[in-house]
């Protein structure tokens, strides 16, 4: 039901509010508690960080700044996740396997990454961001992850 990216696959974000957001992790925390029910912010949620863009590419992306935060929300499995229907359609998840498996990736000059690996279609500024995160951060990192399946589940 939203005017601007309708139909799209999207982290959780929004735009600043000068009335109430200290920071751009107290941004991040307000929209994701707005469009998402089920994740407590206080209990829950460990943010780890802010995960540095290339301003260049997002704003050929976007038009706007954009400043993704990093968060850990434990295991989602027993959680009951209800999106706001005013902002959300789903919720799902896909398994780290599936996202750092290039074949699932397509990449096209000029365009953000894409992936075609989950459940639905991830590009434009959440393909970039999601690319962003796996290059920046999981790369730096060695873990083993579970097997790959032929689709998530």
């Not at 912010?41 to 954009?66: K, P």
Request: with cysteine; proline share 7%; glycine share 8%.
């Amino acid at each position: 039901h939203l005017r601007a990216h309708p139909d799209e696959v999207c982290l959780p974000g929004g735009m600043v509010s000068a009335a109430s957001d200290i920071s751009i992790v107290s941004t991040c925390l307000r929209e994701m508690a707005e469009e998402i029910e089920g994740i407590d912010i206080e209990e829950d949620v460990t943010v780890l960080g802010v995960l540095r863009c290339n301003w260049g590419e997002v704003h050929h992306l976007t038009g706007v700044a954009v400043t993704p935060v990093v968060c850990f929300i434990g295991e989602i499995g027993d959680k009951i996740l209800k999106p706001s229907p005013d902002e959300v359609a789903e919720c799902f998840t896909v398994p780290l396997a599936f996202l750092l498996d290039r074949e699932r990736w397509v990449h096209r000059e000029d365009y953000a990454p894409i992936f075609i690996g989950g459940p639905h279609v991830i590009w434009g500024l959440t393909g970039y961001i999601v690319e962003r995160f796996i290059k920046d951060v999981l790369a730096r990192y060695s873990f083993d992850v579970p097997p790959l399946m032929s689709s998530p589940e």
